[in-house]
């Protein structure tokens, strides 16, 4: 018997399918057999430090984190200093705006 071929719809559908089986299959082994590295190069800072230095990451081969807590404490830090710098440029262009539109009308 000869099986109707899939349209791309389908093929789309079931290797989607075929991830998400996969995925699952990957955290399961993670969670069941898991045991955390007793040494880690940090690919930030590039020292070794002990396992325990790391966040947990499912994601990853060894379930750790690339960066060691310290740099992505670092980094999370920096990130929102940049966004309150550019929300803080944001606000001044706007009332800048604002003055130079008063100061055309005679305003200020
Ligand atoms: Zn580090």
Not at 23 to 47: A, F, G, I, T
Request: with cysteine.
């Amino acid at each position: 018997m000869r099986r109707t071929p899939f349209t791309p719809g389908e093929r789309r559908a079931l290797n989607a399918y075929q991830g998400v089986l996969r995925d699952r299959h990957r955290l399961k082994n993670v969670s069941r057999n898991w045991r955390r590295p007793r040494k880690k190069r940090c690919y930030s800072c590039h020292e070794v430090l002990s396992g325990y230095e790391f966040n947990r990451d499912i994601t990853t081969k060894d379930g750790l984190t690339a960066w060691c807590k310290y740099c992505e404490r670092e980094r999370s830090r920096r990130r929102a200093e940049k966004a309150r710098f550019y929300i803080a440029l944001g606000e001044q262009a706007a009332r800048e705006r604002v003055e130079a539109i008063m100061r055309k009308r005679g305003e200020l």
